[in-house]
């Protein structure tokens, strides 16, 4: 009965710092007494989950937006060693709600660790967790979560996995010295059904995007490769 107590008081005072530190965040007041809120619903129905989520404060200060992020963890039933891989102050709210969502849609945390992983900027992330959102294999959003990508190449990989491109024909142009627009026309190319003897014609660092576009949008008109001629000081004949 005491320990119930103590527990009890201890949990008050939590509540009260929560709002002292909080409440000073102007902007944010609505949010910070809806948080108190659930908190306090917490704790009368669900004790024992009170008690985890305080461990995930101690030393710790955290915004009140990635206040939401952890509360909306638990609500979606998140384990707690789950939340706590995110409940990091050093962590943005988007990158808190990415590796939140990330867990909900039942990655492991090989994977979602990567969206944590510091090497990466934000776009990037939010690319693999694109990725995760549109059920895309383990395997293939570890093939293009790599930092030698910029946002915009991942999301020309990421397009392709998601629109039935083999991993063949993604390799084809998953390489750096492809920028995102030339990605773009190769992709393009296996979509609207060329082959890829076709698609290797034009699939050439050395050329503009707008000379791949043209090479490949005559292809699909049914030019042959013969009639296809290339010169790498000249433009593009056909």
């Not at 108190?36 to 024992?48: G, M, R, S």
């Not at 994977?111 to 992983?117: N, Q, R, T, Y």
């Amino acid at each position: 009965m005491f320990e119930d107590v103590k527990f009890k008081k201890l949990s008050v005072e939590f509540l009260k710092l929560i709002q002292r530190r909080y409440l000073s965040e102007d902007l944010y007041k609505g949010n910070v007494y809806l948080i108190l809120n659930v908190l306090t619903k917490i704790l009368k129905q669900n004790p024992l989950g009170f008690v985890k989520l305080l461990s995930l404060f101690v030393g710790k200060k955290f915004k009140v937006s990635q206040l939401e992020q952890i509360l909306l963890g638990f609500y979606e039933g998140l384990k707690v060693e789950q939340i706590a891989f995110y409940a990091k102050p050093k962590l943005t709210t988007e990158e808190m709600r990415i590796i939140r969502e990330a867990f909900k849609f039942g990655f492991s945390l090989d994977v979602i660790s990567l969206c944590a992983k510091p090497d990466f900027y934000f776009a990037q992330k939010e690319e693999i967790f694109l990725g995760i959102k549109k059920r895309l294999s383990e395997e293939q959003v570890k093939f293009y979560a790599k930092t030698e990508f910029r946002a915009d190449q991942m999301k020309q990989i990421r397009l392709g996995f998601e629109n039935g491109l083999t991993l063949e024909q993604v390799k084809l142009y998953a390489k750096p010295e492809f920028n995102a627009e030339q990605m773009e026309q190769i992709r393009y190319g296996f979509e609207h059904g060329l082959t890829l003897e076709q698609v290797m014609l034009y699939a050439k660092p050395e050329f503009s995007w707008g000379q791949m576009c043209e090479i490949r949008l005559r292809l699909e008109k049914g030019v042959s490769k013969k009639e296809v001629e290339f010169s790498e000081e000249e433009e593009v004949e056909l």
